[in-house]
Structure formats: structure tokens, C-alpha cells
């Protein structure tokens, strides 16, 4: 129905950025809100951000001022500038997308994730 792939993980020093991206994929008619979350080992997945058909955004107070959530339409992306990186922000991060598929009402879509890690 709805791939959504992941990419732009990586390891940084904190302090560095990194850039990911999300491209949704597939049977879709409509696309609301998409976001990213994450998942530090030991720890439940937890929101990071969210931009909404009205390009309106909400953050993490954890992250707001270091990272960006900006989206593409016309390519089903989405992106999420991460900023002055901090140890503590390493998790596999998780693309989610709210989407209705052709024949369907609006259901909740998921990546596979990608690894960001941050050293000292």
C-alpha cells in the first residue's frame, strides 16, 4: 500500500548535522500529517517532529531550535535538518505518515528507520 523509506542516518560528532529523508511511495490519494520519531536502546519510540498539510509544525522541546521539519509535495518527501547534534539525540529514527490509500479511509504508515548515532 504505503512504502516509506528512510535515509541520511549516519555517525556525527556532536555538535554536526545531518539531513534525513522520507519519500512515501505508493497506492496514495492523500497524504495529512507526516513526522519523525525515534527509539534510543532501553527506551520506548518517542515524537520528534511533525509538519501538517497546512505546513504547520510542532516539535520535541528536547529538539526545538536544533532541527527542522520542512516537506516536499509534489515528491511525497519530507526532511528533518538536524542541528548541533548531541549524544543524547543517537536512536533509530522513524519516518510516519497519516495517508489514505485509493479505496481506504486515512490510516498510519511506518518506516523502517534509520540509525543516527552522535559521538563525543
Known amino acids: 500500500q504505503v512504502q516509506l523509506v528512510e535515509s541520511g542516518g549516519g555517525l556525527v560528532q556532536a555538535g554536526g548535522s545531518l539531513r534525513l529523508s522520507c519519500v512515501a511511495s505508493?497506492?496514495?490519494?492523500?497524504?495529512?500529517?507526516m513526522g519523525w520519531y525515534r527509539q534510543a536502546p532501553g527506551k520506548q519510540r518517542e515524537f520528534v517532529a511533525v509538519?501538517?498539510?497546512?505546513?504547520?509544525?510542532n516539535y520535541l522541546d528536547a529538539v526545538k531550535g536544533r532541527f527542522t521539519i520542512s516537506r516536499d509535495n509534489a515528491e511525497n518527501t519530507i526532511y528533518l535538518q538536524m542541528n548541533s547534534l548531541k549524544p543524547e539525540d543517537t536512536a533509530l529514527y522513524y519516518c510516519?505518515?497519516?495517508?489514505?490509500?485509493?479505496?481506504?479511509?486515512?490510516?498510519?504508515?511506518w518506516g523502517q528507520g534509520t540509525q543516527v548515532t552522535v559521538s563525543l
Open positions: 510516519n505518515a497519516l495517508c489514505r490509500v485509493e479505496g481506504s479511509s486515512f490510516a498510519s504508515f
Open positions: 505508493g497506492n496514495i490519494r492523500v497524504i495529512n500529517t
Open positions: 509538519i501538517n498539510s497546512d505546513d504547520s509544525t
